[in-house]
Structure formats: structure tokens, C-alpha cells
């Protein structure tokens, strides 16, 4: 399979404990991104990368939320001391380009369940 | 603000029947539009964008400035097409490229 991969694709945890999800893109995809969807709701943006540089964080990011590409291929995002709130599907997509006209392509996601 | 509108959660169609997904938005510049779909238990796919003009499966939408609108459409339903379906837009000439992304609208075909 050569599209994005997440792992994992499940995660339960408890409240006040620390996640870590990774995200591998197409391979030569320069382009990453992170949303987050929660029930009944579309895909909200997270985070954005091109390479390794992370060019845009959400306000929906808070400090407890960090993202990482750093070798410009593989990604992980972390979420400190989990809150029920962060209970979603984190889904990530990447794309090819360097102008405005490119489609991202999605990973299965990871579904995150916080008790 | 950008922002985008589907106002049905749910629409119920026989076999046969045309189709149509609304989708509204708000954006003060020149925005492109996308139509995702998502299969049971499959990943987010791309359906089609406005700027290639085509028609998949089918479905075709027509961006109308004026309204502010970009409605999916079909002639004909088929049970295949049973789905969820997100109206996405991306800001034109943005650095980030991130898709903003409408609630969804599930499409249940009935036989």
C-alpha cells in the first residue's frame, strides 16, 4: 500500500496521560498536514508542513499539542496530559507541489478515545 | 471568516432518483471548491474540484460566485453511491493550503 499511513489506528487512554501518533505521507510528498474530526463534524485543520518546516498551527492547537516532521518525511504529533475533549480522529494528509494546485491525500487515521 | 455550509446531515434517495448536496460558502476571495467523499469503513477521497470541470461517477458541481454555492449533483442515484460527502474549500494563493472542511452530508441510497 502505497498511500498514508497512520499508526496506530486506535488509541484508548486516561485523562492526564501523553499520545503520540505518527503519520507516514506518500513517499515524496513535501507537503503534510494534520486535522482533527470529532462526531458529526467535518475535518478541522491542525497543522501544516512543508518539508520539515511547520508553517502553520490552528488556534484549535494548544500548548498541550505539538508536531513534528523532522527529516521532511515522517511526522508525529503528541498531545500532553490528554483531556476528554481530545477524544477524535486525527487524520493526516499529504500533497505534492509547490503551488496552490495540488490534492491532499488522506490516511485511514487514528481514532484517540481519552476515559 | 471562511466558512462552509451543508445543511442536510442526512438525504434519502431511491435508486434512480437525481441527487443533489448542497453546499454554501463564505469566503471574501477567490476560493476553490472540492467535493470529498468517504465510503463505509474506507478513507477520505477526493471526488472532484471545481477548477478541473469533469464529472466522476457521474456526480458533477458548478461553482456559482453569485450564490456562493457549489451543490453536488447527480441524474441518477446508485446503492454504490451510498456515502458521507464534505464540501471542502481552499483558500486561493494561500501559503498553507488548508482545506476548510463543511459538516458533511450523508447520502443514503435506498434500493
Known amino acids: 500500500d502505497t498511500g498514508v499511513s497512520q499508526d496506530p489506528r486506535h488509541k484508548i487512554t486516561k485523562r492526564g496521560q501523553n499520545v503520540t501518533f505518527r503519520c507516514d505521507p506518500i513517499s515524496e510528498h513535501n507537503r503534510l498536514y494534520w486535522y482533527r474530526q470529532t462526531l458529526g463534524q467535518g475535518p478541522e485543520f491542525l497543522t501544516y508542513f512543508q518539508n520539515e518546516a511547520q508553517l502553520e498551527k490552528s488556534r484549535l492547537l494548544s500548548d498541550r499539542f505539538s508536531a513534528e516532521r523532522p527529516k521532511g518525511s515522517f511526522s508525529t504529533l503528541e498531545i500532553q496530559r490528554t483531556e476528554q475533549g481530545d477524544s477524535a480522529m486525527y487524520l493526516c494528509?499529504?500533497?505534492w507541489g509547490t503551488g496552490g494546485n495540488n490534492e491532499q491525500f488522506f490516511g485511514p487515521g487514528t481514532r484517540l478515545t481519552v476515559l | 471568516a471562511q466558512r462552509v455550509t451543508q445543511p442536510e446531515k442526512l438525504l434519502s434517495v431511491f435508486k434512480g432518483a437525481p441527487v443533489e448536496l448542497k453546499c454554501n460558502y463564505s469566503?471574501?476571495?477567490?476560493?476553490?471548491l472540492f467535493w470529498y467523499v468517504q465510503y463505509s469503513r474506507q478513507r477520505l477521497q477526493l471526488l472532484l474540484r471545481?477548477?478541473s470541470r469533469e464529472s466522476i461517477k457521474g456526480f458533477t458541481a458548478d461553482l456559482n460566485k453569485g450564490e456562493t454555492s457549489f451543490h453536488l449533483k447527480k441524474p441518477f442515484a446508485q446503492e454504490e453511491d451510498s456515502a458521507m460527502y464534505y464540501c471542502?474549500?481552499?483558500?486561493?494563493?494561500?501559503?498553507?493550503?488548508?482545506?476548510?472542511f463543511g459538516t458533511g452530508t450523508l447520502l443514503a441510497v435506498q434500493p
Open positions: 494528509a499529504s500533497s
Open positions: 469566503y471574501s476571495g477567490s476560493p476553490e
Open positions: 471542502a474549500l481552499r483558500a486561493y494563493g494561500g501559503a498553507t493550503n488548508k482545506l476548510i
Open positions: 471545481h477548477i
